[in-house]
Every structure is written in structure tokens, then in C-alpha cells.
């Protein structure tokens, strides 16, 4: 998951996200903190957030490698038809433009958007969103150092 991002960041993100779910303000101020050239927490939540959120519909209308380009075809035309698709967009293009200039309670409110996100398009129930996180921080692991998957 989030092949496109820095582990880094996928660890900032999932650790921001993490601390929203536990209310831990402490971890949550701290993890807002960035340099001028680092990328913001919000930011990165809402790319997160967005990769989740492509994966998660992708799979929902059986998109994945071995389908025949007819079957691609009519599989990503039944996804983009669809109002939770749109809608799915909708929310990540408003994070996408809310995330740069965010102030605290926003990125709060950011993150608790991806989280409900999850909640509700993976059909996961909310004591599953911490193991999640903690799988994707655990498989991102590998990757710092240029090692792994």
C-alpha cells in the first residue's frame, strides 16, 4: 500500500492517524511539527488517505492484474459510474485543497475523515482500524533503507 509515498511519510501519516483515533493530543501536536522542506502531516494523511481510497475501490469492482483489457475496461467504467466512486473523489480532491494551509483542528478533522473513510468504504469495524494501521506501518518497515518489497 502506498507504493507512492516515502515510508517516512506513510509512518507519519499512520502515526498521525493513530494518535487522532486515541485522542493522544501530545503525539498529534508533536506529529504536526515539520521542517520547511518536509511535507506536512495533513498533507500526507490526505495522500494516504487517497491511495487507501484508491485501493479500496479498485478492489470493490474486482480490479486487479489478469483481467483481459475488455474486462479492465468494463470494470473501471462500472467503478467510475458509481456515486460512492464520485463521491470518494469528492472528499480526497476537498482534503487535497484543504490539507497545505491546515491548522490543527483541520488536519483533526482531516484525519478523522480518512478514518471514517475507511471505516465505512472497507466495510471494517472501527476496533479493526488500529490493527490496519499497525499492518500497513509494519509492511512499510521493510522499505526504509531502500530494503524490501
Same mark, same amino acid.
Given at each position: 500500500? *502506498?507504493?507512492?509515498?516515502?515510508?517516512?511519510?506513510?509512518? !507519519?501519516?499512520?502515526?498521525?492517524?493513530?494518535?487522532?483515533?486515541?485522542?493522544?493530543?501530545?503525539?498529534? *501536536?508533536?506529529?504536526?511539527?515539520? /521542517? @520547511?522542506?518536509?511535507?506536512?502531516? @495533513?498533507?500526507?494523511?490526505?495522500?494516504?488517505?487517497?491511495?487507501?481510497?484508491?485501493?479500496?475501490?479498485? /478492489?470493490?469492482?474486482?480490479?486487479?492484474? /489478469?483481467?483481459?483489457?475488455?474486462?479492465?475496461?468494463?470494470?473501471?467504467?462500472?467503478?467510475?459510474?458509481? @456515486? *460512492?466512486? !464520485?463521491?470518494?473523489?469528492?472528499?480526497?480532491?476537498?482534503?487535497?485543497?484543504?490539507? @497545505?494551509?491546515?491548522?490543527?483542528?483541520?488536519?483533526?478533522?482531516?484525519? !478523522?475523515?480518512?478514518?471514517?473513510?475507511?471505516?465505512?468504504?472497507?466495510? *471494517? +469495524?472501527?476496533?479493526?482500524?488500529? +490493527?490496519?494501521?499497525?499492518?500497513?506501518?509494519?509492511?512499510?518497515?521493510? !522499505?526504509? /533503507?531502500?530494503?524490501?518489497?
Amino acid at each position: 500500500m *502506498a507504493d507512492t509515498m516515502a515510508p517516512d511519510d506513510i509512518l !507519519r501519516a499512520c502515526g498521525y492517524l493513530e494518535a487522532v483515533w486515541r485522542e493522544d493530543t501530545a503525539s498529534m *501536536a508533536a506529529l504536526l511539527e515539520h /521542517g @520547511p522542506a518536509e511535507t506536512s502531516t @495533513p498533507v500526507l494523511v490526505t495522500r494516504l488517505g487517497d491511495d487507501i481510497m484508491q485501493r479500496l475501490l479498485t /478492489g470493490r469492482f474486482g480490479i486487479h492484474d /489478469g483481467l483481459s483489457p475488455q474486462e479492465l475496461q468494463d470494470a473501471a467504467e462500472a467503478m467510475h459510474a458509481d @456515486p *460512492a466512486v !464520485r463521491v470518494s473523489k469528492l472528499l480526497i480532491d476537498t482534503l487535497t485543497n484543504i490539507a @497545505p494551509t491546515a491548522s490543527p483542528a483541520q488536519s483533526e478533522a482531516i484525519a !478523522r475523515a480518512v478514518l471514517s473513510y475507511i471505516i465505512l468504504i472497507g466495510d *471494517a +469495524p472501527p476496533e479493526a482500524l488500529l +490493527p490496519l494501521l499497525a499492518h500497513l506501518r509494519e509492511s512499510t518497515l521493510p !522499505r526504509i /533503507g531502500g530494503t524490501g518489497p
